[in-house]
């Protein structure tokens, strides 16, 4: 290894030398550009293939180092190579450098460099100065990958923990879920669930739709000119004329429907289309754009006002997702024996039925819901969305669901059902590029495109996610109905002198001085389970406090 040791006062001439030197040792395909060459192309050697311990600790003057980045070698990135870390943090504070364009200028050899400097930028701008030191990591990580297609001003990365639930069949195929998440128990919890489906002999899926959508809002000279236009749209002609454009931009896309509707003179269409393994967003957006084309061709006073006008309805919740559906809409069922409700779930087939009516259906009907019919698929569903590298803001639609639960089987068994209109997911694409992501795509066997059905993959996926909601919806159901249960057990069967005090006082009231509501109704013959029963701190309480939802 070469050591150099820096001269006291450090000029052009010697990084020249250096250079010179540098080179006659390099393979002729690494030998540095000239200085004064014009060439801005090809792919720059990295700084250790110039100088193994070069450029050292020591910051030069800022006119020095504007010097070796102005009239140093080309690429810049060659030139930013000869200058250590505080000396192209000074070059950025001097406004050479913009900070958001560090990795266009370092170059890809040097995305880590490019982080840690922008790390340092920021962090001493900030009030607080605390990024560059903090607990953010920012080494060892893939930033070719983020480069250019998911984050840019890049200072580190998030880790969230990775759990796995289950393993969960799923028609037939035994998945393990995986969870990113910082809610404790939700994993558990999840767990619990597949456990007590899968004793039921698993979940059965179904897929009744599959289709991205888009809805852009056009403007139109006149109210007729809006209708005449709707009109052409639903035509055979008009539709042929727009399903060709839009599919010219994709061999994945391809267009499903048109569903339009009239405000005044603004004009919205919502197309539906297949985006294969991708989520779709990129793709239909590109095709939509095509399709609106040819529709100016035939109405030239149109104006696009934008290519999203919230009728697609991205991120946002609506009725129209719901009603219509967006990305895939899976039905998933399972029934899970009696002895399993009991046993594993510590609850009734009676109970979980008649609670799941009077919270996710009637409870959510009483607070006007739209698909929140469900007690927490947003929990299952996020956790699942960030593991894979999913959009985690389409939550918002992709978690609505409605979980229904009857007995079944002369009401030995319970047949739970969820029905998810909207699981928007992909496995190309987006977040899926990331390395960590893929790997978890790879343990569920749907990473990238399917090699033979294009679709397949990302389907496969939203079964998983619908299958995954379901056990949460059963464990945290039974936990709520068990919970219960452990509160009437007791206030009305344990021994009033063993029963230790309730660790908050109960709020007096006018009544305090007559017997309690509901040892009155247990009394009379009537429910003990009420919601009045008082709460006597248990192990099964704290752990339900969680997730409560
Ligand atoms: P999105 O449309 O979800 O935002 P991207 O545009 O990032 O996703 O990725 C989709 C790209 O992946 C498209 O350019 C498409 O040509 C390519 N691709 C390759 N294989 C597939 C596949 N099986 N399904 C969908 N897209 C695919």
Known sequence: ??????????????????????????????????????????????????????????????????????????????????LNDE?????????????????????????ERAVRI??????????????????????????SRVLGACCENVVGYIPIPLGVAGPLKVDGVSYPIPMATAEGTLVASTSRGCKALNAGGGVTTVLTADGMTRGPAIDFPSLVQAGQAKAWIESEEGYSALRTAFESTSRFA???????????????????T????????????????????????????????ALSGNYCTDKKPAAINWIEGRGKSVVAEAVVPGHVVKNVL??????????????????????????????HAANILTAIFLATGQDPAQNVESSMCMTLMEPTNDGEDLLISVNMPCIEVGTVGGGTVLGPQQGVLDMLGVRGAHPTQ???????????????????????????????????????NRSQVNTPAPSAPVTPGPQSNTVPAQLARSNSGRSPFSPLTPLTPSMSQLSLSKLRR
């Open 118 to 143: 922008r790390r340092a930028l920021i962090s001493r701008a900030s009030s607080t100065q605390t990024l560059e030191s903090s607990a953010i990591p920012h080494e060892s990580y893939d930033y």
């Open 454 to 492: 294009p679709g397949k993959n990302a389907q496969t996926l939203a079964r998983i996610i619908a299958s995954a909601v379901m056990a949460g919806e059963l464990s945290l159901m039974s936990a709520l109905a068990a919970g219960h249960l452990i509160r009437a057990h007791m206030a009305h």
């Open 1 to 82: 290894m070469h050591t150099f040791v820096r001269p006291s006062t450090f000029t052009l001439a010697d990084v020249d030398r250096k250079l010179n030197a540098a080179k006659l040792s390099l393979p002729k395909a690494q030998q540095l550009t000239p200085p004064d060459s014009s060439s801005e192309g090809g792919s720059s050697p990295s700084e250790a293939d110039y100088f193994p311990e070069f450029p050292s600790e020591e910051v030069r003057p800022l006119d020095q180092c504007i010097a070796i980045f102005e009239k140093g070698p080309r690429p810049a990135s060659a030139s930013l190579a000869l």
């Open 254 to 272: 391809k267009l499903k429907s048109l569903k339009t509707a009239l405000a005044g003179r603004t004009l919205y269409i919502r197309f539906t």
């Open 274 to 305: 297949a985006t294969g393994d991708a989520m779709g967003m990129n793709m239909i957006s590109k095709g939509t754009e095509k399709a609106l084309d040819a529709l100016q061709k035939r109405f030239p006073g149109m104006v696009i006002l």
């Open 346 to 375: 510590k609850t009734t087939v009676q109970d979980l039925c008649n609670l799941n009516i009077k919270k996710n259906l009637i409870g959510s009907a009483m607070a006007g819901s739209i698909g929140g019919f469900n007690a």
């Open 87 to 111: 000396e192209v943090i000074q070059l950025a504070d001097a406004g050479k450098i913009a900070a958001y364009a560090l990795e266009k200028l370092l170059g890809m050899d040097a995305l």
